[in-house]
């Protein structure tokens, strides 16, 4: 049986690509910071962990390698969103969005690249479209997606060689949080959680088309119609993108702070 790693496992979209996965006859290992409600199956195991915190990470990654005979996906799925003008938002809460979204994808890689590498398995990155292209109000939620592209994209050619694959999918607005936002002073929330969203898709919808995308060997799978026009808009058209975007999204968010 082969064996998937699912961060941010507990939330909307991980449940949804677990329930396809394990449909398919893989494993999942879920792994999140609330492991609340998720049942230890023979399918599924629930991990508990704060992924930022490098030593828990390590000792969990440790006891998934042991208990399991190969580890052959990882899912990078956890994260969390931002909404606010950089005017209003600290130094501390830019960190911990890139703590979480970026440097928690990171070591969850180093720790298992080399089960990975055996297995010649696959790293599948959840950025989102702003992961490649700029989005109003969310200025630390997309650098810290296109940093998470940017170090995928650049693994793919260094894991290559070891039969390794590097996929990215890209949603838009998937509809996993709405009306509950959790929303902190700092503007960080659950994701999925935004209201002025563009053509939401449902989790079940989102993880169906990643994860198509994955068994056909994508390297790129932009999810839903708005990350597919966004993606093609954005590459022949900066500008007019830019123009778009705003008008859409900067008309549902409060007047910035001065």
């Known amino acids: ?85 950089f005017s209003v938002a600290d130094a501390a809460s830019h960190r911990r969005v890139f703590e979480i979204n970026y440097f928690a994808a990171v070591e969850l890689a180093r720790a298992f690249l080399h089960p990975i590498r055996a297995s ?16 109003y109000g969310r200025t630390a939620y997309a650098a810290s997606k296109h940093a998470m592209q940017g170090f995928f994209g650049s693994l793919r050619s260094e894991e290559a060689a ?22 902190g002073e700092d503007g960080i929330q659950r994701p999925g959680s935004a209201t002025d969203g563009v053509d939401y898709m449902s989790a079940e919808a989102a993880a169906e088309t990643i994860l198509r995308g994955v068994e056909r060997g994508q390297e790129f799978i932009p999810v839903g119609r708005v990350a597919r026009l966004a993606a093609l808009i954005s590459r022949a058209s900066p500008g007019l993108y830019q123009r778009l975007m705003r008008r859409r999204i900067a008309a549902d968010i409060s007047k910035p702070q001065r």
């Open 162 to 183: 070891f039969g390794v694959r590097c996929l990215i999918a890209a949603p838009s607005f998937v509809a996993t949080n709405l009306g509950n936002a959790g929303c």
């Open 120 to 135: 010649q398995g696959t790293h599948l990155a959840i950025s989102s479209v702003a992961g490649f292209a700029p989005l």
């Open 1 to 85: 049986m082969r064996t998937a790693v699912i961060s941010g496992g507990n939330g909307g979209l991980g449940r949804a690509m677990a329930a396809r996965l394990e449909a398919g006859g893989w494993h999942c290992v879920l792994m999140d910071v609330d492991t609340g409600g998720l049942e230890d199956t023979e399918t599924r195991t629930p991990v508990a962990v704060d992924l930022t915190d490098g030593q828990a990470l390590a000792r969990a990654a440790d006891r998934i390698i042991a208990a399991r005979p190969s580890i052959d996906m990882v899912i990078y799925n956890a994260g969390v969103s931002q909404i606010c003008p």
